[in-house]
């Protein structure tokens, strides 16, 4: 009975190695091979299963995932009624591979084993170099050679396949490690007498990306403007255009527009680049005054920020005359609400993730919004402040939900405080970025919340 030849397939090593084979032998004439599967099973030291196909599209019918390895015969007739190339007719070294060909294309991650004729050195070498694991001689097949090929070839495409995704893998790490770049910018605060943290969680179904993003700029005029936002959906479309919009934000900041005016701007290019018309995205933007007293607000289906003051307990701004997300609707307005500051103060813009996780595991109950300016005050209660209370928030946050949070979290934080600020000897020092998971303050300086 002919004999076949082991495939990789998605099972432990050890598994392929010592549990039941099952080989595939394609040539149409099975009596051409002549080792039995008793004597096959005997030298594998495992009960081995062969099934014989006699073409192409026989072949295909019996290629199920339980098999574990094809032996083909390289001088098998192709015929496009065979399931073969029907795209014309084919000569020299391709004819003699074009079974082999066709069932690489069929098989992609099974183990293959070309059969040619003994004195035919120069074909076996090509169907090798062309994808197949190993070649045997016709005139040198027997168990025992047969077996160890059979074993060779599982191993040996099992190795292909993992560096191929190995391969996969680096490329997507560095991907994302370019969105994230782009996600997660330097702030520029040069100048500013401002403190400035962020922390960033991506949520648990994503290793290192997602959909929210966040900027800080100091304007010629001395304004500082920040902005936080979150484009709904996950994946790397999404992180794509969250990119796509900090980047407009920052040149269209820059370039002095702001307010109404700046998230129109947005929306136009988020209606350009968005792949589908149910993507929106959520936006809260800040610009504070160069005397750092005031500040103007605009929310376009954004949580509001929180507050707090030197002494006082944090809270919300006013959110009531926020406008739409960006994308829903295509003549919307974002009114500019001016929003007092005070001379020592602390400003937390968030991403819903921060809010939409649960309280209890198992429970339905969200934090919401309420819950974290409790959780906040709880916190400045116990006298943290700065980047601590910023790391303490995310903690319980993921704390109450009974582990990670299934959203991405962003958390930027913006204080001024007048007397560190002369303690320190003038205006804060140069920013730096944040990293995903745990990002940076900007210096030394801690804002009062």
Same mark, same amino acid.
Do not use: K
């Given at each position: 009975m002919p004999v076949p030849v082991p495939r990789q397939r998605a099972v432990p090593a050890a598994e392929a190695s010592h549990g039941d084979l099952t080989l595939l032998v394609i040539e149409d004439d099975p009596a051409g091979t002549t080792i039995t599967v008793p004597e096959l099973s005997a030298a594998a030291g495992t009960r081995v299963r062969v099934r014989t196909a006699r073409n192409l599209t026989e072949a295909a019918r019996l290629l199920t995932d339980d098999v574990d390895c094809?032996?083909?015969?390289?001088?098998?007739?192709v015929a496009s009624s065979d399931g073969g190339p029907d795209d014309g007719p084919v000569s020299g070294r391709a004819a003699e591979l074009a079974a082999l060909t066709h069932v690489l294309r069929i098989a992609p991650l099974h183990a293959v084993?070309?059969?040619?004729?003994?004195?035919?050195?120069?074909?076996?070498?090509?169907?090798?170099?062309?994808?197949?694991?190993?070649?045997?001689?016709?005139?040198?097949?027997?168990?025992?050679?047969?077996s160890r090929a059979i074993r060779y070839a599982v191993e040996r495409k099992r190795a292909d396949m993992a560096q191929h995704q190995l391969t996969e893998s680096r490329l997507r790490a560095q991907e994302n490690a370019r969105l994230e770049r782009g996600l997660l910018p330097t702030p520029l605060l040069? $100048?500013?007498? #401002?403190?400035?943290?962020? /922390?960033? &969680?991506?949520? %648990?179904?994503?290793?290192? *990306? @997602?959909g929210d993003f966040y900027d800080v700029v100091r304007t010629p005029d001395g304004t500082v403007h920040a902005?936080?936002?979150?484009?709904?959906?996950?994946?790397?479309?999404?992180?794509?255009?969250?990119?796509?919009?900090?980047?407009?934000?920052?040149?269209?900041?820059?370039?002095?527009?702001c307010g109404d005016e700046l998230l129109s701007t947005l929306q136009q290019v988020l209606e350009h680049e968005r792949q589908s018309e149910e993507i929106f995205a959520t936006l809260c933007?800040?610009?504070?005054?160069?005397?750092?007293?005031?500040?103007?607000?605009?929310?376009?289906?954004?949580?509001?920020?929180?507050?707090?003051?030197?002494?006082?307990?944090?809270?919300?701004?006013?959110?009531?005359?926020? $406008?739409?997300? #960006?994308?829903?609707?295509? /003549?919307? &307005?974002?009114? %500019?609400?001016?929003?007092? *500051? @005070?001379?020592?103060?602390?400003?937390?813009?968030?991403?819903?993730?921060?809010?939409?996780?649960?309280?209890?595991?198992g429970g339905s109950e969200r934090l919401g919004q309420d819950g974290?300016?409790?959780?906040?005050?709880?916190?400045?209660?116990?006298?943290?402040?700065?980047?601590?209370?910023?790391?303490?928030?995310?903690?319980?946050?993921?704390?109450?939900?009974?582990?990670?949070?299934?959203?991405?979290?962003?958390?930027?934080?913006?204080?001024?405080?007048?007397?560190?600020?002369?303690?320190?000897?003038?205006?804060?020092?140069r920013s730096r970025p944040a990293s995903p998971v745990v990002a940076r303050p900007l210096g030394a300086q801690r804002p009062p919340l």
């Open positions: 094809i032996l083909l015969d390289l001088a098998l007739p084993l070309a059969l040619t004729a003994e004195d035919d050195t120069e074909l076996a070498a090509e169907a090798v170099r062309v994808g197949a694991q190993d070649y045997l001689f016709r005139g040198e097949l027997d168990a025992r050679v047969l040069d $100048g500013s007498g #401002l403190s400035f943290a962020a /922390r960033y &969680r991506p949520g %648990r179904s994503r290793a290192l *990306l @997602g902005m936080i936002g979150d484009v709904c959906g996950h994946g790397p479309d999404e992180a794509a255009l969250g990119v796509e919009l900090r980047i407009a934000w920052r040149a269209l900041t820059l370039a002095g527009l933007t800040v610009d504070i005054a160069p005397d750092e007293r005031r500040a103007g607000l605009c929310l376009a289906g954004h949580p509001a920020p929180l507050l707090a003051r030197h002494g006082r307990p944090a809270r919300l701004l006013p959110y009531e005359d926020g $406008g739409p997300a #960006l994308g829903l609707l295509p /003549r919307a &307005r974002w009114p %500019r609400r001016q929003v007092e *500051l @005070g001379g020592a103060w602390s400003l937390m813009m968030y991403t819903d993730g921060l809010i939409e996780g649960r309280v209890g595991t974290m300016v409790a959780m906040v005050n709880g916190r400045l209660e116990q006298g943290l402040a700065g980047e601590e209370l910023l790391e303490a928030a995310v903690a319980e946050v993921r704390e109450l939900n009974g582990g990670e949070l299934t959203d991405d979290v962003a958390v930027l934080l913006l204080g001024r405080d007048p007397e560190r600020t002369r303690r320190g000897g003038g205006s804060a020092p």
